[in-house]
């Protein structure tokens, strides 16, 4: 890592005024006095808030990146607050890039320590936790500094809510909103130094757009991702307490950077919280006893930051409108997003499962636990569920149907593994079997219901619009099917549908309540309400505050969902045929190429199809991987919903998932009509997703078929036009020689003749029976010299003879009499094929 060294900054001679400024600072902390207050008596006229920004902008233009950050680490530890109070706002923007995104500003999301090791290593610690940036921001704290943020900037659901004057139910905006004064530019929000350099830091993720040759940057190498996860670690611990701000001066006292504004009771359904914060330390018998009381803010206000600028883009009004197909699309975030969103989930689940197991039975909710502690029992249901619930949903609706969904995917089972993320391991078996969930995990899967079934329902629906003939595809339904597939998960899953469909009449003291529960999204810093015992009310609370009290809910072990689970057992049956199927076809075809067919002296394929799934880019070790993994899925999948082998037998022959009799797939699935064959709608489905083709051949007049891709055009034109002349001056010669009985004419018939319409195979089973033979009389064809790899294969040869001093003139001679005997040889052959026919 890179150190800074304590020097003095190398400004500019400017002027005298400024070099005596300079002096004071210096001579006024030699003689223990206030350097701000000696140079404003030398220089009144000096001490304007804008003397010291016009400097480091200038720097900033004519000085390297390194030398920018040594003096503005001097500037940050040698000027006062109230000096570095009017800087900080442009600093923080220089640093994260301005909000409209023009500004790009160190470009933290691109910067990466194996590409510019030096810039990343200053960056990283000058924007560390422990840096000079976090002293900054504790020296402004301390001195209660308010800043500026614009509404405008905020995501769609807060900035509709402010703008209508309605206040967010989240206690991050509580007593911040300040109307615009006279000639003000609209409502903003006043930010404390902490929360405005987080709003910067957590918005720069969405506010700023890649440049064009980052799309092949791996984001969990860039410094931004890096710093989002260096800051969970410091203000999210796992282990031991939130550490308190570092000093300001070496020596000194750490001040206080806690904000000065008292934390105000605030209505959330109805119900008004006192403050926790207030409760703790009213029981403590000394303040000091839990030094994480003071401190436990910044935690909270990080987290609240993270949820609302990454999460907090659809509300549940929002949520249930994007349900109508005529919605128009709102915020799309971006595979990087997601992936950040994934690595907060981690942290959370391992910050939430630090507590010790006597803090987290219920019997720890007391007043003797201390605010870090009760925080991390909060930190997911209270301030995550809601907003990462309506998040996924929504990019389960609308995320493109490709391979980049893997990482929409993975975040969401990140989340729906908290055990994962706990400390205590268990070893891991001899027999390499699945773990079983333990059971003091059900409260956590019956809180989070709609999180394991709605949106498996989502992935149903999408995995029966894709390929899964496709490795990428194949592999997100092995990890779904296989994470369900735990042991003991779907049974708690099913006892938590159970206890939500639950008759009501059952309980009749419980009739006359509603199923509301305190806001997800309420202030740390309020009680948390006491413990529901009813878990059957627990779980109707949690779907009814997410989906609405007149919500639909189809249990997922129900008729309905099992229904398209054996829909995604047959599709995922046939792809794995179909990737059998092509595998063996790619196969086939590579085994019976003959080598001469390279050099041009075999028939080339003339027919033009092409598979449903490139097998060349794929690879044969792919295909492999696709067939493992929709065998396994498929193998869990009849476990989590027991699925018998007589069920998946059955649904294999109702789709027709039979070989014919060549071994081959059949037609995709069609009727037949009066002009021919008519797809039906699961016809154009398994064309669509690659599980059945028709095999498209060219039937036509082999000279007039277009030109491919591996021959020069121009010359075939031309070598068309001197066979069609030579065919038409030899016509009556080319019809006697192929009409002899002897050697010469089964010579000339191989040459000059092509295999007639009715001995190719018809695409259409209609016509078979009606085909009448439409052969050509005979003609020469001189298109494969018009072929690269024919003239290829004609160079080498060349220039191999020139090696053995065979000149051309001969070569070309050994050449001919190479391919007469060839030719000889494939003409008796071809007459003995027609003799055993007959």
Same mark, same amino acid.
Not at 7 to 25: A, G, I, V, Y
Not at 196 to 209: D, E, G, P, R, V
Not at 730 to 737: K, P, R, T, Y
């Given at each position: ?65 390194? !030398? ?36 790009? +500003? ?25 840096? %000079? ?11 209660? &500094? ?6 405008? &900037? ?55 757009? %890649? ?38 001066? %070496? ?133 995550? !569920? ?10 389960? +609706?609308?995320?493109?149907?490709? *391979? ?22 268990? *070893? ?191 690879? !044969? ?54 002009? +021919? ?140 009499? +190479?391919?007469?005997?060839? *030719? ?15």
């Amino acid at each position: 890592m890179t150190t800074f060294r304590r020097r003095l900054p190398e400004w500019r001679s400017r002027s005298l005024k400024r070099e005596t400024l300079w002096f004071f600072q210096w001579s006024s902390k030699t003689a223990g006095l206030d350097p701000a207050r000696e140079a404003a008596m030398a220089f009144p006229h000096l001490q304007q808030p804008s003397f010291l920004l016009a400097s480091l902008k200038a720097d900033s233009i004519n000085k390297p990146f390194a !030398q920018r950050c040594q003096d503005l680490v001097k500037v940050i530890e040698d000027f006062p607050a109230k000096e570095l109070h009017a800087i900080f706002p442009w600093l923080v923007e220089s640093i994260f890039g301005s909000l409209d995104g023009v500004l790009a +500003g160190w470009n933290l999301r691109c910067l990466q320590g194996r590409v510019s090791p030096v810039e990343y290593s200053i960056a990283m610690e000058f924007l560390d936790p422990g840096g %000079p940036m976090m002293k900054l921001v504790y020296k402004l704290q301390a001195e209660d &500094y308010k800043f500026d943020f614009p509404v405008s &900037y905020l995501p769609g659901p807060v900035k509709a809510s402010i703008q209508e004057r309605v206040l967010p139910d989240s206690p991050l905006y509580h007593n911040k909103v300040q109307l615009p004064s006279t000639g003000g530019l609209g409502l903003h929000l006043a930010l404390n130094p902490f929360e405005y350099y987080m709003f910067f830091f957590a918005l720069s993720l969405i506010t700023q757009k %890649p440049p064009p040759g980052a799309l092949h940057v791996r984001t969990s190498d860039c410094a931004y991702f890096i710093l989002v996860d260096r800051y969970l670690a410091w203000f999210l611990p796992t282990e031991g307490s939130v550490l308190p701000p570092l000093s300001s001066s %070496p020596g000194g006292p750490s001040p206080s950077p806690a904000p000065r504004t008292p934390a105000v009771p605030f209505a959330s359904y109805g119900l008004h919280h006192t403050s926790l914060l207030k409760r703790h330390i009213s029981h403590q018998t000394s303040v000091n006893a839990d030094p994480a009381s003071h401190e436990i803010w910044r935690s909270e206000t990080l987290l609240q930051v993270f949820v609302e600028m990454w999460l907090h883009h659809y509300s549940l009004e929002m949520y249930q409108k994007m349900q109508s197909p005529h919605a128009k699309e709102s915020f799309m975030p971006t595979e990087e997003h997601v992936l950040v969103v994934r690595l907060l989930l981690k942290h959370l689940h391992a910050f939430a499962n630090s507590l010790r197991p006597e803090q987290a039975s219920p019997s720890a909710h007391s007043h003797a636990a201390s605010p870090l502690e009760e925080f991390k029992r909060a930190a997911v249901p209270r301030f995550v !569920q809601q907003k990462l619930y309506l998040f996924l949903q929504h990019c389960f +609706g609308h995320w493109p149907l490709d *391979a980049s969904f893997r990482a929409v995917l993975e975040m969401w089972l990140s989340y729906l593994q908290p055990w994962r993320y706990a400390p205590e391991k268990q *070893a891991p078996s001899s027999d390499c079997q699945a773990r079983s969930v333990s059971e003091r995990w059900a409260p956590f899967v019956q809180e989070n219901l709609l999180v394991y079934t709605k949106l498996f329902l989502g992935f149903l629906s999408r995995a029966l619009r894709t390929d899964l003939v496709s490795p990428k595809n194949a592999l997100m339904v092995f990890r779904v099917a296989k994470v369900f597939a735990q042991p003991n998960l779907a049974e708690m899953i099913q006892r938590g549908e159970q206890l939500f469909l639950e008759p009501e009449l059952v309980i009749p003291h419980r009739q006359h309540r509603l199923f509301t529960v305190p806001t997800f999204t309420g202030s740390f810093l309020s009680s948390w309400p006491p413990a529901i015992t009813d878990a059957s009310f627990k779980v109707k609370s949690h779907v009814y505050s997410l989906e609405g009290q007149d919500c639909k809910y189809t249990p997922m072990f129900g008729p309905e969902i099992r229904a398209l689970v054996l829909r995604l057992a047959q599709l995922i049956t046939q792809a794995k045929q179909t990737a059998k199927s092509l595998s063996d076809q790619y196969g086939e075809s590579t085994a019976a190429r003959p080598f001469l067919s390279w050099l041009g002296f075999y028939p080339a394929d003339t027919n033009g199809s092409y598979p449903g799934n490139d097998l060349d880019e794929m690879g !044969q070790d792919r295909v492999r991987k696709t067939d493992e993994y929709l065998e396994k899925a498929l193998e869990y999948l009849c476990q989590v919903f027991r699925l018998s082998e007589a069920q998946l037998a059955q649904l294999t022959l109702a789709l027709g998932t039979t070989q014919d009799e060549n071994g081959k797939k059949q037609l995709p699935d069609c009727i037949v009509g009066e002009d +021919g064959l008519i797809l039906t709608p699961l016809g154009r489905y398994q064309i669509v997703n690659g599980l059945r083709r028709f095999d498209i051949e060219y039937q036509g007049d082999s000279e007039l078929q277009p030109i491919r891709s591996y021959e020069i055009a121009g010359l075939v034109r031309v070598l068309f036009r001197l066979s069609s002349a030579i065919n038409r001056r030899f016509a009556g010669q080319m019809v006697a020689l192929c009409s002899r009985a002897d050697f010469l004419g089964s010579f000339c018939r191989y040459h000059l003749l092509e295999p007639g319409l009715s001995d190719r195979r018809l695409l259409s089973p209609v016509g078979r029976g009606r085909a009448a033979s439409l052969a050509r009389g005979p003609r020469l064809s001189l298109r494969f010299l018009g072929s690269y790899r024919t003239l290829l294969a004609l160079l080498l040869a060349f220039f191999v003879a020139s090696l053995f001093c065979i000149g051309p003139l001969l070569c070309a001679l050994l050449l001919v009499l +190479g391919y007469v005997l060839y *030719a000889v040889a494939m003409t008796l052959l071809t007459e003995q094929g027609k003799l055993h026919q007959l």
